[in-house]
């Protein structure tokens, strides 16, 4: 465990000098490895889980793109919409919420059918554990500046 923090340690204080895109790869490399670790997965159970795991996070970040293009943006300029156009944007908002929500709770039963029910629950836990650590690393390197 210890070894793991270490090595997320590096990557990440790496990452602090690197390009954004080089950044996403290596997070995400990153996250493959802590993942893998901490499920135990079997050689047959990574053949099945991760082209399950890989495809949701794509489709999941296809989303957020979504509503970060058509949403996000406009919600800044709210107070220059009108009513009508505000009704509009809430209602794909909304829409966009429930592809996400469905979008989980496919993955959930997919993800299940390849690992068991206990190993999808620690692969919940451990993308939370993962998001901490990369963020108490981000602001660490960031106060240290």
């Given at each position: 465990?210890?070894?793991?923090?270490?090595?997320?340690?590096?990557?990440?204080?790496?990452?602090?000098?690197?390009?954004?895109?080089?950044?996403?790869?290596?997070?995400?490399?990153?996250?493959?490895?802590?993942?893998?670790?901490?499920?135990?997965?079997?050689?047959?159970?990574?053949?099945?889980?991760?082209?399950?795991?890989?495809?949701?996070?794509?489709?999941?970040?296809?989303?957020?793109?979504?509503?970060?293009?058509?949403?996000?943006?406009?919600?800044?300029?709210?107070?220059?919409?009108?009513?009508?156009?505000?009704?509009?944007?809430?209602?794909?908002?909304?829409?966009?919420?429930?592809?996400?929500?469905?979008?989980?709770?496919?993955?959930?039963?997919?993800?299940?059918?390849?690992?068991?029910?206990?190993?999808?629950?620690?692969?919940?836990?451990?993308?939370?554990?993962?998001?901490?650590?990369?963020?108490?690393?981000?602001r660490?390197?960031?106060?240290g500046r």
């Amino acid at each position: 465990m210890n070894r793991l923090v270490l090595i997320i340690f590096l990557f990440v204080s790496s990452i602090s000098f690197a390009q954004r895109n080089q950044d996403w790869e290596k997070i995400n490399t990153l996250k493959v490895a802590f993942i893998t670790e901490k499920l135990s997965l079997s050689s047959k159970e990574a053949q099945d889980f991760w082209p399950v795991y890989n495809k949701y996070q794509e489709d999941r970040n296809k989303l957020r793109k979504k509503n970060h293009d058509q949403i996000r943006g406009k919600i800044k300029d709210a107070d220059g919409l009108t009513e009508k156009e505000a009704e509009n944007l809430l209602a794909l908002h909304i829409k966009i919420e429930e592809e996400e929500e469905a979008l989980d709770t496919k993955f959930l039963k997919d993800v299940s059918k390849v690992i068991t029910a206990k190993k999808t629950l620690l692969l919940l836990r451990s993308e939370e554990e993962f998001k901490r650590q990369l963020m108490k690393q981000y602001r660490q390197n960031k106060g240290g500046r």
